[in-house]
């Protein structure tokens, strides 16, 4: 019996996914996605911008350390502006 279930279960996933992962498919309309007109440009262009850091890493870290043992979320990142 047990031997039983355990296939009549395999069948019915089998069927499900059989029935229900074609419905998920992209309907074809024909024709060329935009990207592949156009040939790519294979540069590298790598932008670096050093800023200046116009806070005391030290004094946010006893910061976190008062604010995580009142049971505040740890800090993640700061916000400095970048002109």
Do not use: C, W
């Amino acid at each position: 019996m047990k031997k039983t279930n355990s296939t009549l279960r395999l069948l019915f996933l089998a069927a499900l996914l059989f029935f229900f992962f074609p419905s998920y498919a992209q309907i074809n309309i024909g024709g060329v996605p935009p990207s592949f007109k156009y040939e790519g440009k294979n540069i590298n262009v790598q932008h670096e911008l050093n800023l200046p850091i116009d806070f005391d890493v030290d004094e946010l870290r006893a910061q976190d350390v008062i604010l995580e043992a009142a049971g505040h979320l740890p800090r993640v990142g700061k916000i400095i502006p970048v002109i």
